[in-house]
Each structure stands twice: as C-alpha cells, then as structure tokens.
C-alpha cells in the first residue's frame, strides 16, 4: 500500500513540474510576441548596442510585472528564459554552443537536423509546435533586421554578434517559395577564432611541405581555391591570407562576413548588401568588386565566386593584381571552366579570350572533406590547343 502510495505520489510531482514547464513555455512564447508585434525597437536597440543586457532586462521585468499576473519566483524563471531566447537562439542555442556543430537545419518545426564533426544527423530535439517555430522565425527576422515579407521570401545575412565564439551565417526560405508551408532555416557556424596554417597542419589538412609551399605560391601569385560545400575552402583562405606581409594593403570582398582578420594592419573588408521591398539600395559583389579595384591595394580577395563578379576578377588579375578566391567546382583543373561561366554573365569577351586572362591565375587548389586534394600550376597558355597548360604539384 505505502509502494502504491509513493508512486501515485511520484507520478502527481511529475505531472506538477511538466504542467508548471508547459505553462512557463506559454508565457515565454506569450513574451517573445509581446516584443516582436509591439516593442521591435527595444530589440533592436538590444541588438545595436544602444541598450545594455542589464538595462534591457530590467525593462522586461518592468514589462512582465505590469502585464503579468504572476509569482516573483515565476517572474525570475521567466526573464532568465527571455535573457536565453534573446541573447541566445532558443533550442538551437545547444547546438550554436557546440564547437563540434558546424550546420544547423530547420526542416520542419519537430525536424532539426545538425553536421557534427561532417556527420549529419538527426538533433534529437525539436519545437514543441509550428506556431512556436515560426514565432521563432518572426523573432530572428526582427534580431537581425530582416524583412521577410512576401517581397522578401528568400533571405541570406550574417549576425556576427551574438556568440563570441561564431560567426552565424544564415539563409532563410519561406512557405511562399517553399513545397511546404513551414519556413526553412539554415545556419552555417564560421569560427571567429579561424584557425592559421600552422593548426591546420596539425589537423592534417596538409603536410608542412604542401603548406609552404602553397604560402610561397599565394604571395606571388593568383590563386583559387575549390571545392564542394563544408569542404574546407574558407578555411583555407583565411588562413593564407595571414601569411601576407604587413606591408601590403589587401581587400576582402564577401557575400557574408566569413573571412576576417586576427594579425593584418593593413586589410579591408566589404560585404554585399541585398535590397529589400521597402527599399531599392543593394550592392551584390559586383558592385563592391568594382569599387574595391580603384581601392589602393596590394592583394584582391573575393570570399566566394558566384556571378559577374568573376568579370572583375579576372581582369584585376590580368593587369596584374595579386588576386585570391574561392569557388564551387569539382576538381582543380575544372575550377577555370566555372569562372569562365560566371564571367560570361557581364562580359562582350569570348569564351576563349576570357580563359586566356585565366593564365594569370598561377595556383589552383581543390578542396574535399576539409584536406588539401590537388595542387595545379598553370604555366601559360597553349595557342595551339587553345588551352591552358597544367602542372599537378601534389
């Protein structure tokens, strides 16, 4: 009888503490639409620096106490959860955290999956409904600053704020471009504190020896660098760019704010900026490449090739300017060919008059399962052939 008493009163405590859980998860879903629908500029001021942690908290008390009837007990447990869900980002905090988490992806609101060490795998967690997903959403919009009216379906930015430890890099879809009517979110983690060429040979990226010499390749001549997503090209980049001397001025233009620096006095770094249905200002990569040429500088970087930037590219490298840059292709020696197709958007040269300007290009290096795979040299151009003539270094 005592046995079966216990464990009725066991089961009442379990049952007490999941019923006070799921009402202290109503009240902070109740508060996160408190401030998005009604007091975005606190957020914002939040996220600009304007308001402090400590100030901001102690707004939200003021607001919980007027609004909410509740226990000062109840009150404390719902700040710290707002203080987690605001200065964090909710579940996915956990995985943001962990060094051994390089992507997150939001299927679905009960379908997270994360690549940990490469592997991706199931999260083993989700939200709890698809309201508090796309709260979740409409909340990291409003973090970030991003628009996600029908206008503005499909979003990429950056918040390189929020952890000391990554820069988070986002993209976002939403039910009206998407099959499903959920959104989507993705979130791919940079590490601030990149790792420079002598870790990377400790991480068996590469050999000392390959090390050097693609060191003594990158300050003398144009490289690119290639591979698949995830397969270590950034990586790469920023850590040769390091190795520039600091007598020489370098540009860096990106997409996101991925690339960085932890030594160089002497480097810039621009961004592109994507227009929005409220406001027509934008400046993709080819806009900011061509900037950046009348910029006086040494060494020209682009984070990664996607379109008529490689126009740009290819014709600072042809009058001579030291260049870098990474993009998507297979292997080395096809990294050319997608350059060319990408340069093709913007230009009036041929197809072979722009893969003749590739000669300048004295470095080509693939990338797969974050280890350096191939090495190239390109030694000029065959007119015979009409090609470019290779050289496999390793």
């Not at 066991?10 to 503490?17: A, G, I, S, V």
């Not at 799921?22 to 007091?39: A, M």
């Not at 992806?105 to 795998?121: A, E, Q, T």
Request: hydrophobic share 35%.
């Amino acid at each position: 009888m005592c046995a079966q008493n216990l464990k009725e009163g066991c089961f009442y405590l379990e049952k007490t503490k999941e019923s006070k859980n799921d009402r202290l998860e109503e009240l902070l879903q109740e508060l996160v639409n408190d401030y998005i629908s009604q007091k975005q500029i606190v957020l914002l001021q939040v996220k600009k620096g304007l308001l402090s942690k400590n100030d901001f908290l102690e707004e939200v008390r003021k607001h919980i106490a007027h609004y909410y009837q509740l226990t000062n007990a109840l009150q404390e447990r719902l700040v710290q959860r707002f203080e987690q869900y605001v200065f964090g980002y909710s579940i996915l905090s956990q995985w943001i955290d962990d060094p051994d988490v390089s992507d997150i992806r939001v299927v679905s609101y009960d379908n997270i999956r994360i690549k940990r060490n490469g592997k991706r795998m199931d999260a083993g967690e989700g939200f709890s409904s698809e309201k508090e997903y796309r709260q979740f959403v409409d909340y990291v919009a409003t973090k970030n600053q991003v628009n996600i009216s029908s206008l503005n379906a499909i979003q990429r930015f950056t918040d390189t704020d929020s952890h000391p430890n990554f820069i988070l890099r986002f993209t976002l879809s939403m039910p009206l471009v998407n099959t499903y009517q959920e959104p989507y979110l993705c979130i791919r983690k940079v590490p601030k504190d990149f790792p420079l060429m002598q870790e990377l040979i400790q991480k068996e990226m590469m050999s000392r020896e390959t090390a050097e010499l693609l060191i003594s390749r990158f300050r003398t001549g144009s490289t690119i660098i290639c591979g698949s997503n995830s397969s270590g090209k950034t990586t790469l980049l920023n850590a040769l760019k390091e190795t520039l001397p600091d007598d020489m001025a370098v540009l860096v233009i990106q997409q996101a704010d991925e690339l960085t620096t932890k030594y160089h006095p002497d480097m810039m770094f621009l961004h592109s900026l994507p227009g929005s249905g409220e406001s027509q200002v934008s400046y993709d990569l080819k806009d900011i490449s061509i900037a950046g040429l009348t910029f006086d500088i040494d060494f020209f970087i682009i984070g990664e090739v996607k379109g008529a930037e490689s126009l740009y590219l290819l014709n600072a490298s042809y009058t001579g300017q030291l260049c870098a840059a990474t993009i998507h292709a297979p292997s080395a020696d096809r990294a050319p060919d997608k350059v060319v197709d990408y340069a093709m958007y913007e230009s009036r040269y041929s197809r072979e008059e722009l893969m003749k300007m590739l000669e300048c290009f004295k470095t080509l290096v693939f990338m797969e399962h974050y280890k350096v795979k191939e090495i190239f040299s390109c030694d000029g151009w065959n007119p015979e052939t009409k090609s470019l003539i290779y050289n496999r270094l390793f």
